[in-house]
């Protein structure tokens, strides 16, 4: 027998054995990735996924901010905003050391029981129902003390504690219109099952609604923010993908669990190039039996898939043996506090910084190497013609954000710019000179959808590897740290696994094609296996 001979038959026995070890899996794999872009087409059906910015209305400050804060005793805080429940209009106080969120009327001064479930529930009602349809008897109890009692009487109000038209409105507590479907809430601070790691913002309200779908809409009240939905029909999916793809059946190993998938990955890869030598030194045969018609199909359907065979293995080896051997950096959100007593807001005079056709829509506070500015944050009237989908636009319309002195109400010249760059500079602890700061309003292949957080802004400094930074300058969170060998992986990822390189035609041509190549995979190992058992039949017979 020839050396050449011999290696081909030997090859042959090892492409057999391991395809034995490999079959299942990677059909497990095929199936659910096939299965993977109908989960993110068959979402539950929400209104929308954005609200646009209000304009505030000056007139209904009443209170300075500095004479909330002293009545409500709070003596430093993290952020301030503008925010509407219903009609009426709020400070939102985040507190800082993750204390939450706490609501005080511009018009009254007291503080909103419970303030920060309200408006999680206005925010979900309207994530899923559409525009605000709060209570109609809520809303002219607010604007019309004359029916106050009456109205009170069908809200279930607490009486002693609505002495006029303006407690009425904050005592309410959002009871009927839109959020009589409510079922429960509950304020999440860490990650689990069904809010996975994936998602990435925290803290987030969960949100249930009576309906047959149980829907629930989780959302982030300080920045109005849809962070996720979940119906019966998706958890199904999700535990669908999560046994079969991600394998969360081996959760109990810990690490381990990757390093099995690894193994595993590198064996299929390995195994495709065993076949591709089989296919490439041997001939096709004439279908004279049934076993050779199943040799010849295999050969076929093989020879088409392998190509994505080797590009779905490797990415996904790369993938699970990069989380295996590297610690994630977490999303960090940015702990700087402002004392009460050093915030001197003067509306009036702040706004004199904006130009002509541009409307006030929200306040922030920014502290950029020890002095205090105040985001100042506005609207044009121009329409961005963005469906409201980040999954679909994979973009929002740049943020129009003015930095203003807290000191001496003087305009910051790139103010945002400058943040962004004094932020990156706070997490990456780094005296390495900065080469490129760059506002980010599309997800790309370097930041993807995965990061969830837009716009935000890229830091790139003059390091070895190219350490770049994304920061979310509205929060002060870190959305991304990476790195060139973090890239590497990333692209492998997005472009060979998750088919990116079909971006140029859509999410419904990229989808088609991870559909595809999935279900080659599929018939590839099923004529494989019909092969395999023919063989052994023959052998037996």
Known sequence: MSLRKYVRQRMMKWHRTVSLITGIPVLLWAASGFLHPLMTNVRPKVAQQTINASSVDTNQIVVPLSQA???????????????????????QIELPQQKGAQYISTESGKSLANGDEIYAKQLASIFLSGNAKSDASVMECCSNPVNRNTLLASTNVDRTKSSDAKDCCENINMKGGATANISGIQKLTSFNEEYKYINR????????????????????????????????KRLVFDKIFSLLHNWSWLDGLGKGRLLVISLITALAFFNTILGLYVFFTTKAKKNGNGTSGARNNHRFVSIVAALFTLLFTFSGWYHAFNKMTTTAVAQTANDASFAASELKLDLNAA????????????????????????QLYAARDKKNNLQGDLM??????????????????????????LYAQHLA??????????????????????????????????????????????VETSTGALALK???????????????????????????????????????????????FVLYFKLRGKAHG
């Open 351 to 374: 706004l004199q910084k904006l130009s002509s056709g541009e409307t006030f829509t929200n306040i922030g506070l920014a502290d950029i190497d020890g002095t205090i500015y105040w």
């Open 392 to 417: 679909k636009d994979q973009k929002v319309a740049a943020p129009l954000v003015k930095f203003v002195s807290n000191n001496n109400y003087e305009l910051a010249k790139d103010g945002e710019k």
């Open 69 to 91: 804060l002293l009545a409500n005793k709070i003596d430093s805080v993290k952020n301030v905003r503008f925010v509407h429940i219903n009609k009426h209009l709020f400070y």
């Open 201 to 232: 913002l925290l803290p987030v309200y969960k949100v249930n609604f009576k309906r047959d779908d149980n829907i629930r809409i989780y959302v982030e009240t300080t920045q109005d923010r849809f962070a996720f939905a979940m119906d019966k």
């Open 482 to 528: 990476i790195s060139d060998k973090d890239l590497a992986e990333g692209y492998s990822f997005a472009l060979l696994h998750k088919h990116h390189f079909m971006d140029f035609g859509g999410k419904m041509v990229r989808d088609i094609s991870t559909m595809f190549w999935a279900f080659m995979q599929i018939a590839m190992v099923v004529v494989g």
């Open 425 to 470: 500079n706070m997490y990456s602890e780094s005296s390495s000179k900065i080469v490129a700061t760059e506002l980010v309003t599309k997800f790309t292949d370097e930041y993807g959808f995965i990061n969830k957080r837009l716009p935000v802004w890229k830091v790139q400094y003059e390091t070895g590897n190219h350490e770049k930074y994304y």
